[in-house]
């Protein structure tokens, strides 16, 4: 079936540092969703991308829809504390089709 | 106060019993999902529902049964024949179509001894 992957399943950062993470698929994708999900927490909606290309920002976080759209990123400039947890993206193939999550990406910040 | 409950918080059972895991969401969501998350894994889809009485099999769904009886009510039954039904579960709920964001409960971390 559909696949979402994402890379890499685990990141240490310095605090500070820049983070990012991808998430890849080898089918034309019909959206992007984020989702974070703090140390004992639920996932919670960050975002979502629609179109080829599409940009947005959240203050230290920017994500990003590939042209071609099978291909997304999640850009944290200078990490803090509170950005630890595991962030997850999710695609759909169409618009009516459910949301397949990827592993996730755990982020870890070093003081 | 809108929003989806999970109860309980941590459940803990013997082998080979049969448990219930409650969702309950009053945001008028068509659409609702149960998903099983390991330490440092994943969400694994487990079933999912899109309309009153009609339910699929997500990618893990054995040794699980789920019923919708009611639009805010998805119940997942952790049976017996599940191997290894340590976990801790995650129900989200929707409206329909993979445009919409899902809303997760707090969880369920259930423990089998």
């Known amino acids: 079936g559909q696949q979402v992957m994402q890379i890499p399943q685990y990141q240490h950062v310095q605090e500070g540092e820049d983070f990012t993470t991808y998430c890849n698929s080898s089918?034309?994708?019909?959206?992007i969703q984020w989702y974070k999900q703090r140390p004992g927490g639920h996932p919670v909606f960050l975002i979502q991308?629609?179109?080829?290309?599409e940009v947005k920002k959240q203050k230290r976080l920017t994500f990003q829809f590939g042209e071609a759209k099978k291909n997304s990123s999640l850009h944290i400039t200078a990490t803090q504390t509170t950005d630890v947890g595991t962030y997850f993206c999710a695609a759909s193939l169409n618009r009516d089709d459910k949301i397949i999550f990827g592993k996730g990406t755990r982020l870890h910040i070093l003081p | 106060d809108g929003g989806i409950t999970q109860s309980p918080k941590y459940l803990f059972r013997k082998e080979g019993q049969n448990v219930t895991l409650s969702c309950e969401q009053n945001?008028?969501?068509?659409?609702m999902y149960w998903y099983r998350q390991d330490p440092g894994q994943g969400l694994r889809l487990i079933y999912y529902s899109q309309i009153v009485n009609d339910f699929q099999k997500g990618d893990i769904a054995e040794g699980y049964s789920v019923s919708r009886e009611k639009k805010e009510s998805f119940p997942l039954t952790v049976t017996s024949a599940q191997k290894n039904p340590t976990a801790f579960y995650l129900c989200?709920?929707?409206?329909?179509?993979?445009?919409?964001?899902?809303?997760f409960g707090p969880g369920t971390r259930l423990t089998v001894l």
């Open positions: 089918t034309t994708l019909s959206n």
């Open positions: 945001l008028n969501h068509d659409a």
């Open positions: 989200a709920s929707s409206f329909s179509g993979g445009y919409n964001e899902q809303f």
């Open positions: 991308l629609v179109k080829s290309g």
